[in-house]
T-cell receptor, first 113, second 115 residues
Framework: DGGITQSPKYLFRKEGQNVTLSCEQN?????MYWYRQDPGQGLRLIYY???????QKGDIAEGYSVSREKKESFPLTVTSAQKNPTAFYLC????????????FGDGTRLSIL | AQKVTQAQTEISVVEKEDVTLDCVYE???????LFWYKQPPSGELVFLIR??????QNEISGRYSWNFQKSTSSFNFTITASQVVDSAVYFC????????????FGKGTRLHILP
């Protein structure tokens, strides 16, 4: 079945450590997105990519980095510069153009040890 | 300024009751899109509906219905004869034409359906 796969489901980070969250889609979508969800805060956009080898900062990009080397993959790295990384991270994808609905993965919950 | 406001943080109703989730949005665009998503306890967001700004017809899908009123900048969502499986967080969202297909989400309404 087509969909978005995020891994791992749970992730723990030590102080000063970078961690990478995986997001893979087989929907042949051009656009991919990363969101951060905190309790009572809704979803906030971290980074998005509309095409391979190109990406743009969202509203809360500081302390995060991404790459888009393949259409299917859009990994997110939470760097040690992100001082409050504990959150639920959601990856999404959509066809580019026409404001199509985004399809979401199951999310990764990141916690600090 | 918040562009999508879901004033109801949390709602609890007894099963079989009808419940309406409110959504008020703010935009200067004449063309825009509105969405509703459901987030069950498992965590993924499930798309429910997309409506463009030129289509003000109400929509019904089974027990779900949506009321779009441009005059009040509202896009409310009603669940008729609620069921326990409707328990989730529901997000209203807006996509403006000048924002690269990005979606702005409200903070969500947590809905509890009590058996």
């Amino acid at each position: 079945d087509g969909g978005i796969t995020q891994s791992p489901k749970y992730l723990f980070r030590k102080e000063g450590q970078n961690v990478t969250l995986s997001c893979e889609q087989n929907l042949n979508h051009d656009a991919m997105y990363w969101y951060r969800q905190d309790p009572g805060q809704g979803l906030r956009l971290i980074y998005y990519s509309q095409i391979v080898n190109d990406f743009q900062k969202g509203d809360i990009a500081e302390g995060y980095s991404v790459s888009r080397e393949k259409k299917e993959s859009f990994p997110l790295t939470v760097t040690s510069a992100q001082k409050n990384p504990t959150a639920f991270y959601l990856c999404a994808s959509s066809p580019f153009g026409g404001h199509q609905p985004q399809h979401f993965g199951d999310g990764t919950r990141l916690s600090i040890l | 300024a918040q562009k999508v406001t879901q004033a109801q943080t949390e709602i609890s109703v007894v099963e079989k009751e009808d419940v309406t989730l409110d959504c008020v949005y703010e935009t200067r665009d004449t063309t825009y899109y509105l969405f509703w998503y459901k987030q069950p306890p498992s965590g993924e967001l499930v798309f429910l509906i997309r409506r463009n700004s030129f289509d003000e017809q109400n929509e019904i899908s089974g027990r779900y219905s949506w009321n779009f009123q441009k005059s009040t900048s509202s896009f409310n969502f009603t669940i008729t004869a609620s069921q326990v499986v409707d328990s989730a967080v529901y997000f209203c969202a807006l996509s403006e034409t000048n924002r690269d297909d990005k979606i702005i989400f409200g903070k969500g309404t947590r809905l509890h359906i009590l058996p």
